[in-house]
């Protein structure tokens, strides 16, 4: 009897040992699968709430918090408009921006009114974006800033904070045709002036009213992020350069019958000459002598045949040419070919004129090269047969001394 009890309770003893060590191996296992099944853990604990704790509340119309000066900053987001954003389409969530806020209640925020609150929040860009954040330190808008224009705008006031829309399309970054429409819409917040001139314009009309991608906008002329100066010497020499990059593609030209010849026409005359070498020599210094928006305008250039502005309409011309040649006549302004090369079909008397010196200068110098060398040729002839004769003339008179000599000899 003792021996079965003894079996029994070895028996017993192995197996809570083996379920011991077996549940040791169980229980072991778990966490490594949590491990790598469950996300890494965030450093910041604010960064692991998610968009539905922040929309419980920022998601009910109504919400407000009333700034120092007693303007009222609507905390309202509605939900719609962020995920069809572009942040909302990558997931982006809002602790992702706002990460200094955590869950609720909320560290205090102050600001003296929207203003300087839209000025503290639009700093949360440069975490994902320091490339665009940086060159726009280096804008109008940012110098602007910093001399207490504190309208100038910031990324929140063009990009907007909780709808930010895609402009370019993804790999490719080609700008997308809606968003060309778009920016001069979003710069007429502050610029309205210049949009309503704008959008009368060649230019403006064709994109804003056809949709017409190949106008420029906005940001073709002026820049994204690091928004020069309009206003700066550098600025104006360098604009011919702007308006050569659309006027001397070929591709696009051809399609309106624009000539591109536009740059070489304008730098090869007096004004643009000297436009150029200040740009390259001094390119800080003013210079009175025209670029291309001194005669057709900035943002109003309408098109060249327009019976009021367009300079292919004489008086049009000649009122633009007197703003610096105050004395010129009608006839001053004949002299311009309207930036194209001379053609039969275009400027018929120049072209022909100047196809018969480029033949009849060639001939006349050649021939005066021709007249030279053969003259040249002729007086080394001469100076040859010179050299020749007095040669043999000098041998002559030596043979001749020579001889009585001889003689002499044979007599002794």
Same mark, same amino acid.
């Given at each position: 009897?003792?021996?079965?009890?003894?079996?029994?309770?070895?028996?017993?003893?192995?197996?809570?040992?083996?379920?011991?060590?077996?549940?040791?191996?169980?229980?072991?296992?778990?966490?490594?699968?949590?491990?790598?099944?469950?996300?890494?853990?965030?450093?910041?604990?604010?960064?692991? #709430?998610?968009?539905? @704790?922040?929309?419980?509340?920022?998601? $009910?119309?109504?919400?407000?918090? %009333?700034?120092?000066? *007693?303007?009222?900053?609507?905390?309202?987001?509605?939900? /719609?408009?962020?995920?069809?954003?572009?942040?909302?389409?990558? *997931?982006?969530?809002?602790?992702?921006?706002? &990460?200094?806020?955590?869950?609720?209640?909320?560290?205090?925020?102050?600001? $003296?009114?929207?203003?300087? +609150?839209?000025?503290?929040?639009?700093?949360?860009? /440069?975490?994902?974006?320091?490339?665009?954040?940086?060159?726009?330190?280096?804008?109008?808008?940012?110098?602007?800033?910093?001399?207490?224009? !504190?309208?100038?705008? @910031?990324?929140?006031?063009?990009?907007?904070?909780?709808?930010? !829309?895609?402009?370019?399309?993804?790999?490719?970054?080609?700008?997308?045709?809606?968003?060309?429409?778009? #920016?001069?819409?979003?710069?007429?917040?502050?610029?309205? +002036?210049?949009?309503?001139?704008?959008?009368?314009?060649?230019? *403006?009309?064709?994109?804003?009213?056809? *949709?017409?991608?190949?106008?420029?906008?906005?940001?073709?002329?002026?820049?994204?992020?690091?928004?020069?100066?309009? %206003?700066?010497?550098?600025? &104006?020499?360098?604009?011919?350069?702007?308006?050569?990059?659309?006027?001397?593609?070929?591709?696009?030209?051809?399609?309106?019958? #624009?000539?591109?010849?536009?740059?070489?026409?304008?730098?090869?005359?007096?004004?643009?000459?000297?436009?150029?070498?200040?740009?390259?020599? %001094?390119?800080?210094?003013?210079?009175?002598?025209?670029?291309?928006?001194?005669?057709?305008?900035?943002?109003? #250039?309408?098109?060249?045949?327009?019976?009021?502005?367009?300079?292919?309409?004489?008086?049009?011309?000649?009122?633009?040419?007197?703003?610096?040649?105050?004395?010129?006549?009608?006839?001053? =302004?004949?002299?311009?070919?309207?930036?194209?090369?001379?053609?039969?079909?275009?400027?018929?008397?120049?072209?022909?004129?100047?196809?018969?010196?480029?033949?009849?200068?060639?001939? @006349?110098?050649?021939?005066?090269?021709?007249?030279?060398?053969?003259?040249?040729?002729? =007086?080394?002839? @001469? !100076?040859?047969?010179?050299?020749?004769?007095?040669?043999?003339?000098?041998?002559? +008179?030596?043979?001749?001394? =020579?001889?009585?000599?001889?003689?002499?000899?044979?007599?002794?």
């Amino acid at each position: 009897m003792l021996r079965r009890y003894t079996l029994i309770l070895g028996a017993t003893s192995i197996f809570f040992l083996a379920v011991l060590l077996g549940g040791a191996g169980v229980l072991a296992a778990p966490p490594a699968q949590s491990v790598s099944s469950q996300p890494t853990p965030t450093p910041d604990p604010r960064l692991s #709430i998610s968009d539905e @704790v922040c929309l419980d509340c920022h998601g $009910k119309p109504g919400l407000t918090y %009333t700034l120092e000066n *007693g303007d009222v900053l609507d905390l309202y987001i509605t939900p /719609q408009d962020y995920h069809a954003s572009v942040h909302g389409n990558l *997931g982006y969530a809002c602790v992702q921006c706002h &990460r200094v806020i955590g869950n609720y209640p909320h560290p205090p925020f102050q600001a $003296k009114d929207l203003r300087d +609150a839209s000025l503290q929040l639009y700093q949360a860009c /440069q975490a994902c974006h320091p490339h665009q954040y940086e060159l726009a330190q280096d804008s109008v808008h940012a110098a602007a800033l910093q001399v207490g224009k !504190r309208e100038a705008a @910031v990324c929140s006031d063009c990009h907007s904070a909780h709808a930010v !829309r895609r402009l370019n399309k993804p790999g490719t970054l080609e700008m997308l045709p809606d968003a060309r429409v778009w #920016i001069p819409q979003t710069c007429s917040k502050c610029h309205n +002036a210049i949009f309503n001139a704008y959008k009368e314009s060649v230019h *403006g009309s064709a994109l804003v009213g056809e *949709g017409n991608p190949d106008v420029p906008t906005c940001i073709d002329c002026h820049g994204v992020h690091n928004i020069e100066n309009p %206003t700066t010497a550098a600025f &104006r020499l360098s604009s011919p350069q702007i308006c050569a990059k659309c006027h001397t593609d070929e591709v696009k030209m051809a399609k309106y019958g #624009i000539s591109t010849q536009v740059l070489n026409t304008y730098v090869a005359d007096f004004h643009g000459t000297t436009v150029t070498l200040f740009e390259k020599m %001094t390119p800080d210094a003013e210079t009175n002598k025209p670029v291309c928006y001194d005669c057709h305008g900035i943002h109003d #250039i309408r098109r060249a045949d327009d019976p009021e502005k367009g300079l292919h309409v004489r008086e049009n011309l000649l009122y633009r040419c007197q703003r610096c040649h105050p004395d010129a006549t009608t006839n001053f =302004s004949t002299a311009w070919m309207s930036h194209y090369i001379p053609s039969p079909e275009k400027n018929p008397i120049v072209y022909y004129v100047n196809l018969f010196y480029k033949f009849f200068i060639p001939a @006349v110098l050649g021939g005066m090269a021709l007249l030279v060398a053969m003259d040249l040729n002729k =007086s080394l002839s @001469v !100076r040859i047969q010179k050299s020749l004769y007095k040669g043999r003339r000098t041998v002559s +008179a030596q043979e001749d001394i =020579s001889q009585p000599e001889q003689e002499d000899s044979h007599d002794g």
